[in-house]
């Protein structure tokens, strides 16, 4: 392109209210970027007053609030459920614990009883836990079994004997017959729990 | 000459864009760090859980992965353990009165049992005539047909271990044969005594 092209198309009339001036040199590139059509962006502007407090209040309330308040209250949410958890923990391993202390009580007491004989004996039934005035009359031998069986039955505890001798003086030692001597006992028993 | 202030023009299109551009760098920014400590704090969260994961298996509880959520769900099961401990203590307190109950007992006739053998081991004859027994303590009465020619300190001494709570009272009765002598024994066994 030659200069006085260049020229004739950067001259234009420029009617601008008052002044009025006639064939004024302007730039092509500034011509162009003057008649080309502004963008909101670019032609907009805030002060900068408005613009230094929109941009603090949004690093504060972004940073202080946003994450600084979330950051608060997760923290505290995990600091709470860790200690929820802690004492879950406690409370179930002592939990665990008392049940294999109870199980195992209840296992040994199961075990080693034998408390069908002495239901049968009594006439009594395990469902009812206290049994009063439960009366037995026997030989001595017989009794002693009874009464062996009774004391040695994890599952029962006798709460009170009287027990009585039929014999109101003792017999004379060295007789070659063996004296039969009848033991009556009143007795309040109780079975435990756990069957 | 025109009259364009582009100083002005070009200063408030470039704080416009500026002020935008750092708007969303803040927030850009903002985001950020608020997902970042999410990851932070999702991870902890997941530690915990995986630290804590035999308690959580074993008590059946499903985590969500929301904090305040999972919370809530633990302290849940927490109160319900509580109640669960509180039953079990009161079971095992039961079982415990109730072999404290047994021991009392089974202690009252081994004592007997071992004051009967021990003095049976001199006398010709041993003769039970009474047993009274109320939560652990008791009276005794028997008789010993002993031989008139023993010693009679033996008889009371013949037990080395004597328990502090077995208290004997001895009554000679003599008015049998010359060569037999007759001792009534009232042996209390009182378990207050001895505490």
Known sequence: MSDSDAFSKDQH??????????????????????????????????KSLIAGVVLVLLIAVGFGGFIGFYVWQSGQALVEMAEETEKLADVFFETQRLTKVRNDAVRDIRDNSRIEEIEEYFGISRAKHDHNNLRISEPAEEFLKLLNLIINEPAVVIRRLNLNSSLSFPVFPRTAMQPVIRLNATLDISIARVF | MVSVNLYTRKKRRNKLEIFLLLVILVV????????????????????????????????????????????????????????????????????RAFLQQKEEAHRFFEITCLYLEKHGELALKEIMTRIDYSQGNGNVLYYLVLDSSLESE?????????EAYVKLQETKLSFFAESLEVRHIDMGIDKNVGQ
Request: proline fraction near 1%; glycine fraction near 4%; hydrophobic fraction near 40%.
């Open chain 2, 28 to 95: 850009t920014v903002v985001l950020a760090v608020r997902m970042m400590a999410n990851a932070a704090f999702s991870t902890r969260h997941l530690q915990l859980v995986r630290a804590r994961s035999y308690i959580f298996e074993h008590t059946g509880l499903a985590l969500t992965g929301v904090i305040e959520r999972d919370t809530e769900v633990i302290q849940e099961k927490h109160n319900q353990l509580v109640q669960e401990r509180r039953r079990l203590t009161s079971q095992i307190s039961e079982i």
């Open chain 2, 154 to 162: 033996k008889v009371l001494a013949v037990i080395p271990e004597t």
């Open chain 1, 13 to 46: 009339e420029v009617s601008n209210g008052e002044n009025q001036v006639r064939n004024v040199f302007v730039s092509k590139r500034f011509s162009a970027k003057m008649s080309s059509k502004r963008k909101v962006l670019k032609t907009k502007g805030v």
